[in-house]
């Protein structure tokens, strides 16, 4: 194994013997002829990734794809049962909320548990307690049973065990999801701070910002096996493909409403065309747009403005930006949703909403098939300078399920100009203002 890797991964299967009934166990056990009551169960098929040295490393999927049954191998928790994963350095797992306390014991009386099962000296865990109790934050229920903490308390302890031993490598697997906003932002610094000396991170989640925030690879695994390895932003991108669909159905010819309709809109001569996909021919569409959802409702066209300029190469801060947008239905749609998310050029989202979370009613006079919108939307670019790109999405709501029916993922390249007055991703125009006190 390479010095400069801390994990390495090669064609590593995991394989369960599933029984219907528990005396299909005893009798394959018992069997003369060696007979099989048992279906094999892949829980992992031929993972084979490298993680080097001070990388953060994103592990996501679906339920079931196989996520925990990787790390509990690579925590030493599980033996594969094909393939080899090879570990350099000491590993400190936060697998799941808990893992490894006992819940009769006192918090203090788990931290000493969890130092003599690390390989420390009870002189050793003394002098790393007080960090501990400082990080944990959770007070006088130190000393109290921890069968009778809540979740957040839970995992305040966990985490500060598991950064306690310093570790080569650390396994965190959706753990931070029970936390309140404020601990996540104290222990992902706590994160980096570990990265920065050299701690390789691997991180499981179904967040796709903390993906693609935090982590400078990720891999999408999906029953089993992976599905991509390479850059966060892309790997978010065929994760959210997973969850909704990728192909896109053909659409049927359908006439578009004459100008003057209801939610039609303008005449051909005008800015926005309604009868054909006019997205990619405006200034500022971005090429390498992720586009993708079922076709039964197309964004056609937009066209921007920014200062009186249409389609501007650069804006400004504090500029309104109004923004037009053609979508086309091809089959009746009830109360659809159209959504705008602004985001780096990292993937990082700055900000999002849809016309359900602004509570716009005029949505629900719109969806009839054959018939095309024309959205509006405006708002006031608070942004520090940079290069920015917008998404948009047409979609329905199926029961508590959203149906995508064309989302255009980075579309639009937006380029602010700089601005002395702030530093930072936004301008929430702070004044300040001072006056001489008497003496």
Sequence with gaps: MEAELAIHVDGLTKVYNLYDRPLDRIKEALHPGGRKYHRSFHALRDISFDVKRGETFGIIGRNGSGKSTLLRILAGVLTPTGGNAHVNGKVSALLELGAGFNPELTGLENVYLQGTLMGFTRAETDERVPAIEAFADIGEFIHQPVKHYSSGMFVRLAFACAISVEPDIMIVDEALAVGDAKFQVKCFECLRQLRMKGTSILLVTHS????????????????????????????????????????????????????????????????????????????????????????????????????GEAYPLTVSAGQVIHMSVSVRFNVDMVRPIFGLTVKTKEGVPVYGANSETLECECFQQLGAAGTTARIDVEFVCRLASGDYFLSLGIATRRGEEIVPHDRRYDSVHLLVRPNRRFFGMADLELSISARQLSP
Aim: aromatic share 8%; glycine share 10%.
């Design 208 to 307: 796709i910002d903390q993906i693609v925030t935090h982590c400078s690879r990720a891999i999408l695994l999906d029953r089993g096996e992976v599905v991509m390895n390479g850059e966060p932003r892309l790997v978010a991108n065929k994760y959210m493909d997973l969850l909704f669909g990728k192909e896109r159905i053909s659409a049927p010819d359908v006439e578009p409403v004459t100008a003057g309709s209801a939610g039609s809109v303008p005449s051909p001569g005008s800015a926005l065309h309604a009868r054909e996909d006019m997205f990619a021919s405006r200034n500022g569409y971005n090429p390498n747009e992720y586009r993708w959802g079922d076709g039964t409702a197309e964004i056609l066209d937009y066209r921007l403005d920014a200062g």
